[in-house]
Nanobody, 126 residues
Framework: QVQVVESGGGLVQPGGSLRLSCVAS????????LAWYRQAPGKSRGLIVG???????????SIDPSVKARFTITGDNDKNTVFLELNDVKPEDTAVYYC????????????????WGQGTLVTVSS
């Protein structure tokens, strides 16, 4: 069984930084990409940025340039892990942050188009 688990959320003051982690675990043969989404209160879930297993980073082309400038994705393919660095956070960054694994293939041949984590809550407040 494959699981996607996010961690690292919490309460942070405006202007502060936070590092979120996402780990995909289980009987994994390969993952095409891992991506970060967020869902603010009362809003729909939206893509922030993804990272392919080849290391290519793709931001949502519609994302606010301020978010792109402040949020950075890194990862470790060997560990099926990605991180999201949130810098100079603002109250509007308050949201549940989700990780999604795209095209997960297990060693016994199962093929999952998408697997979501449970999310980690980031609250930006003084």
């Amino acid at each position: 069984q494959v699981q996607v688990v996010e961690s690292g959320g919490g309460l942070v003051q405006p202007g502060g930084s936070l590092r979120l982690s996402c780990v995909a675990s289980g009987n994994i043969h390969s993952i095409e990409s891992l991506a970060w989404y967020r869902q603010a209160p009362g809003k729909s879930r939206g893509l922030i940025v993804g990272r392919t297993n080849g290391g290519t980073i793709v931001y949502n082309p519609s994302i606010d340039p301020s978010v792109k400038a402040r949020f950075t994705i890194t990862g470790d393919n060997d560990k099926n892990t990605v991180f999201l660095e949130l810098n100079d956070v603002k109250p509007e960054d308050t949201a549940v942050y989700y990780c999604m694994a795209v095209r997960v293939v297990t060693r016994d041949g199962a093929d999952y188009p998408q697997l979501w984590g449970q999310g980690t809550l980031v609250t930006v407040s003084s």
